[in-house]
């Protein structure tokens, strides 16, 4: 119908070319442009039925492939649980290098055991690992952000200097990403090595370092991160990390590193963070380790004490009358909050 | 003679494997489904499975969906399942609804043929 429409158009346009004087008319003009447009939809409507037809084809097929590479992968890993030995594997094509890369990615991710090491082998054999080690140098960061996912999933102790390297690359989510995956693949992870890397992430990551840091303390145990925080020389940021991360984790064992940080010059947020995490703890024994920290500077740290005496007991009634007289509004306020709630409880 | 597993499982790859690794073994006859509803109608008809092991999120109908109409229709058969949550309540839920194991993903499909080994040597149900 279309070509039908098209070609008398044509038609008419050269019956009118015939006609015509020198000078083109404006009806001449439209029918020009008319003709034109008309020649564009009918090409893009050819170019869309072909790419239709060709993604059918290519989705049919890619499906017959799964099909086909999974028999093969399934049989093969049998003959691997008899023999231990990588026997019969299946044939590559070339262009199939995806569809078998995909489903042995997904097989690593869901299975365990010999199942998936025999996964893990065939996804080595198969130069997957080597592609993807070099998809790591990509310049375009999507690249290699993907190439590392897909190492990720391996969770090869192998891999930890690769991950170390992206760890620090020029993009913020491929390093992150690198990181996470340095915090799940072995025991042996250096946390000296790793938290100076933290160190460089920006704000915006903090809640996805303290994750990996996490990760970490459930690895290795808590004692590796307290280990960190008294020996090593860290800058704020890097310290304010271990610090949450110990408020998050509320384990008794960290108030002897929180008290002796505590003794450190640390900046007014870390400090913050440092009473935000004791008081997670519970009851504190020495009080005037709140009461001196009444006396600080910034109010957000006073406001913390408070709490913290609160969360010890009932408040000495020196600090309390102190900090009723304190110059910040929201430290009087919580004064009032708390005095408030304890005559409520002795009514 | 081979007892009858219905494998229920949206995940195709994954199930094939489970599949290939339990009937390798000569002892399961595997018969494997995508989809909730369908399995219930297997399980209604006249045809014999030995055990179930199903998945969590069925098309047409979930796994706890199941369990709670075949629980209704006092239909009692061991049951396996493999999910990809593992929270505790998840766990108390499937085995709440009468599974005898609650596996989650990874897992290994030589694992889950001795637990269903296991199952069917203790008899119907633990």
């Keep these: ?347 | 003679m081979r007892k009858k597993v219905l494998l229920v499982d949206d995940a195709i790859d994954h199930a094939q494997i489970l599949k290939a690794v339990l009937e390798h073994s000569k002892l399961f006859e595997v018969v494997h489904t995508r989809s909730g509803l369908e399995a219930y109608q297997m399980l209604k008809s006249k045809e014999k499975f030995a055990m179930l092991v199903t998945g969590i999120n069925l098309p047409g109908m979930t796994g706890y969906e199941l369990l709670t109409r075949l629980n209704a229709e006092k239909i009692n058969l061991p049951t396996l399942v493999l999910s990809q949550k593992q929270g505790q309540e998840d766990v108390m839920r499937g085995l709440s609804l009468g599974a005898s194991y609650f596996v989650s993903k990874p897992f290994s499909p030589t694992d889950i043929m001795d637990k269903i080994l296991k199952t069917l040597s203790a008899g119907a149900k633990p």
């Excluded at chain 1, 017959?64 to 019969?88: C, I, P």
């Excluded at chain 1, 990181?179 to 693949?185: C, D, G």
């Excluded at chain 1, 991360?245 to 384990?251: I, Q, T």
């Design chain 1, 1 to 347: 119908m279309k070509l039908q429409t098209g070609w008398t158009l044509f038609l008419s346009y050269l019956d009118v070319l015939r006609r015509s004087t020198a000078e083109p008319d404006l009806s001449s003009f439209l029918l020009t442009i008319s003709v034109v447009l008309t020649a564009l939809i009918f090409l893009m409507s050819i170019v869309v039925v072909i790419l239709l037809a060709w993604r059918i084809k290519n989705k049919k097929y890619q499906e017959s492939r799964h099909q086909y590479y999974l028999r093969e992968v399934a049989s093969a890993l049998l003959r691997f649980l008899d023999t231990d030995k990588l026997l019969g594997l299946p044939k590559l094509r070339r262009k199939d290098k995806k569809i078998l890369r995909n489903i042995l990615l997904s097989l690593i991710h869901a299975m365990l055991g010999k199942e998936r090491e025999f996964f893990v082998l065939l996804y080595r054999h198969y130069g997957f690992v080597d592609a993807d080690i070099r998809q790591c140098t990509s310049l375009t960061w999507g690249k290699r952000l993907r190439a590392l996912k897909r190492l990720d999933e391996l969770e090869e102790p192998s891999l930890e200097s690769l991950f170390y390297n992206l760890a620090s690359d020029s993009h913020p989510l491929v390093a992150l990403s690198a990181l996470e995956s340095l915090s799940k693949i072995s025991q042996q992870i250096n946390p000296k090595r790793l938290m100076p890397i933290l160190k460089n992430r920006t704000k915006d990551h903090k809640f996805a370092a303290i994750e990996i840091v996490l990760n970490l303390v459930r690895c290795q145990g808590i004692e590796s991160l307290l280990n960190v925080l008294e020996e090593e020389v860290l800058d704020e940021y890097t310290l304010g990390l271990g610090i949450e991360a110990l408020g998050v984790l509320r384990r008794i064992e960290s108030l002897p590193t929180l008290l002796k940080l505590a003794e450190m010059n640390l900046s007014a947020e870390n400090k913050f963070r440092l009473l935000r995490a004791i008081r997670g703890l519970g009851k504190l024994d020495n009080l005037s380790f709140y009461s001196n920290h009444l006396r600080d500077q910034n109010p957000k740290v006073r406001a913390e004490a408070l709490k913290g005496l609160k969360a010890s007991g009932n408040i000495p009634e020196t600090d309390l009358v102190y900090a009723l007289s304190d110059e910040s509004v929201e430290v009087r306020r919580l004064v009032s909050t708390i005095s408030s709630t304890e005559d409520r409880g002795t009514m």
